[in-house]
């Protein structure tokens, strides 16, 4: 999606809505956003509740969107849209907010009799519906179907999107024109569908989901395997710390058994030693004690530097707190009850979930959009649908 496009896009989203254009230039366009717009990407919902609580007049939003980065206007702020800007991107969520479903009615220019003699033209109902069908595993295709059911005689068609492009369409009824009654309801009209879409997928090749299960089987081989391994190797390195725990019980009851009369010499030594403290004066005592408690702030303040110099030397000063003042919670008082690590048996189990969810193949149906067709041409049949492609 180039930017042409892109702007393309924007001033399409911008004309359904009735949006008051007050300049627009080849790189640059200036709008008012009206309220709808205002809402879905002006990016102030608490403006929005304040006007609607106090019932209080609005002031439109104005915005610039750019479509060249390399020429944004110098005399105002503007915006470059590109495909993947966030503003795109709520331009895209509101069009499918508000075009998910439509009502439309064909307007064909009236020959020269019909406008003589104003003759009624009747317009007949289809329901058009756009699917996206998936065929999902670890590959993925999906397939588009544009399926028309006629309201007044059912029936349906295919490749009704395409018809619709070639057919001028307006918001409301034409003039000299009237619409046929509905003979099936809409619930019927998507019974049909639904229908034919297990048709098609019936005539489609299911090869590939066989060759996806045949995968999904060789990876869960593998999985099972490896925690196989892991097993057995976990066991014998118990088995091994269990025999090194025994071999160190054993020396250590024999160094035990050897130091015991050493102890009981140094026991002897130790209490003379304090005998002798105890017979000094306490002065001299606490007199050593000072000169131990200086010693060991002056080699701290040498080794720890000030806060200056841990700043000039590139240092951050939450390290520095770190350092200096703050202390750190021990191991044992850290709440890790969601820190447990998964058992080899659970990580085994989670893998193979993953590898489900991946390999399985599934199909996926889904409704992308819609409309409420009042149309005086009738689209041609549906085609036959031959076989589908592999994966």
């Known amino acids: ?41 002006g990016n102030r919902p608490f403006y929005w509740s304040w006007v609607e609580k106090m019932n209080l007049p609005y002031q439109p939003l104005v915005l610039t969107f750019c479509f060249d980065p390399d020429r944004m206007p110098d005399d105002r702020r503007a915006e470059h849209l590109h495909l993947g800007a966030a503003r795109l991107q709520q331009i895209f969520q509101s069009t499918r907010k508000h075009g998910s479903f439509v009502c439309m009615y064909e307007t064909l220019p009236q020959t020269r009799a019909q406008a003589s003699s104003r003759q009624s033209v009747p317009l007949v109902p289809w329901l058009g519906v756009n699917w996206k069908v998936s065929f999902i595993c670890d590959k993925k295709r999906d397939l588009i179907l544009h399926f028309g059911v006629n309201l007044h005689q ?136 000072e000169q131990e408690t200086e010693r060991q702030t002056t080699a701290i303040q040498a080794v720890s530097p000030s806060l200056e110099e841990h700043r000039s030397a590139g240092g951050r000063i939450l390290d520095f707190l770190r350092a200096n003042s703050f202390q750190e ?28 969810w991946q390999y399985e193949p599934r199909i996926s149906v889904q409704f992308i959009n ?13 085609p036959p649908h031959g076989n589908g492609r592999k994966m």
């Open 154 to 289: 059912p029936h349906i068609v295919r490749d009704f999107y395409p018809f619709l492009l070639q057919r001028q369409l307006a918001p409301s009824i034409p003039d000299y024109h009237y619409t046929l009654d509905r003979r099936i309801t809409i619930s019927q009209a998507f019974a049909m569908m639904e229908a034919e879409i297990r048709r098609i997928l019936a005539q489609e090749d299911q090869t590939w989901a066989a060759a996806a299960k045949q995968r999904l089987e060789e990876e869960l081989q593998i999985l099972e395997a490896y925690y196989r391994e892991l097993e057995e190797r976990q066991r014998r390195t118990a088995d091994d710390g269990n025999e090194a725990a025994n071999e160190a019980d054993k020396g250590g009851d024999e160094l035990q058994d050897g130091h015991s009369g050493k102890s009981t010499g140094s026991a002897s030594s130790a209490a003379d030693n304090v005998e002798s403290a105890a017979a000094e004066p306490n002065g001299s005592l606490n007199l050593l004690l």
């Open 329 to 356: 919670t021990p191991r044992e008082k850290i709440d890790q009850t969601e820190w447990v690590a998964s058992t080899p048996e659970e990580e085994k189990r989670r893998r193979m979930e993953e590898m489900r």
């Open 370 to 382: 819609g409309g409420l067709f009042y149309l005086q041409s009738a689209p041609p049949s549906a």
């Open 1 to 41: 999606m180039n930017q042409q496009r892109v702007r393309k896009y924007v001033e399409q989203y911008l004309s359904a809505f009735s949006s008051h254009i007050m300049e627009t230039h080849p790189d640059f366009l200036t709008v008012k956003l009206p309220v709808e717009v205002d809402k879905d990407i």
